[in-house]
C-alpha cells in the first residue's frame, strides 16, 4: 500500500526556517512526480511545490519562489520541503502528495493520487 507521512511541522517565528520530510512506503518514489500542498483554515488546499521524476523540473508557487525547495533522496524514500524566511501567512497544514503520472508535477495542482496526512506548521509574527 502507498503510503506518504510528513513530519517536522511545528511552531516556528517569522524569519525562521523549517525543513519537512515525507517518508514514502510501498512503491520507488524516484519513479513518481512528487508535490507540497497546504491548506490554510477556510481556504482551499493549494500547490506549494512539486517536481517531476522524468526531467527533475520544479514548480514553485509565487508565493513561496526563492524562499521555499523542494528536493528528494532517492535513497531514503523521501522528499524534502525546505522553508526559509518563513511568513505568517506560511501558516497552514502542509501535506505531501505522490502521483505516477510525471505531467501532475507540471501542473502542481489538487489532483495528486497519494496524499500523507498533513503537518501543521504555524508561523507567529
Known amino acids: 500500500e502507498v503510503q506518504l507521512v510528513e513530519s517536522g511541522g511545528g511552531l516556528v517565528q517569522a524569519g525562521g526556517s523549517l525543513r519537512l520530510s515525507c517518508a514514502a512506503s510501498?512503491?520507488?518514489?524516484?519513479?513518481?512526480?512528487i508535490g507540497w500542498f497546504r491548506q490554510a483554515p477556510g481556504k482551499e488546499r493549494e500547490g506549494v511545490s512539486c517536481m517531476s521524476y522524468s526531467d527533475r523540473s520544479t514548480y514553485y508557487a509565487d508565493s513561496v519562489k526563492d524562499r521555499f525547495f523542494i528536493s528528494r533522496d532517492n535513497a531514503k524514500n523521501t522528499v524534502y520541503l525546505q522553508m526559509n524566511s518563513l511568513k505568517p501567512e506560511d501558516t497552514a497544514v502542509y501535506f505531501c502528495?505522490?502521483?505516477?503520472?510525471?505531467?501532475?508535477?507540471?501542473?502542481?495542482?489538487?489532483?495528486?493520487?497519494?496524499w500523507g496526512q498533513g503537518t501543521q506548521v504555524t508561523v507567529s509574527s
Open positions: 510501498g512503491f520507488t518514489l524516484d519513479d513518481y512526480a
Open positions: 502528495a505522490a502521483d505516477p503520472i510525471t505531467e501532475r508535477a507540471w501542473y502542481c495542482a489538487d489532483n495528486f493520487g497519494s
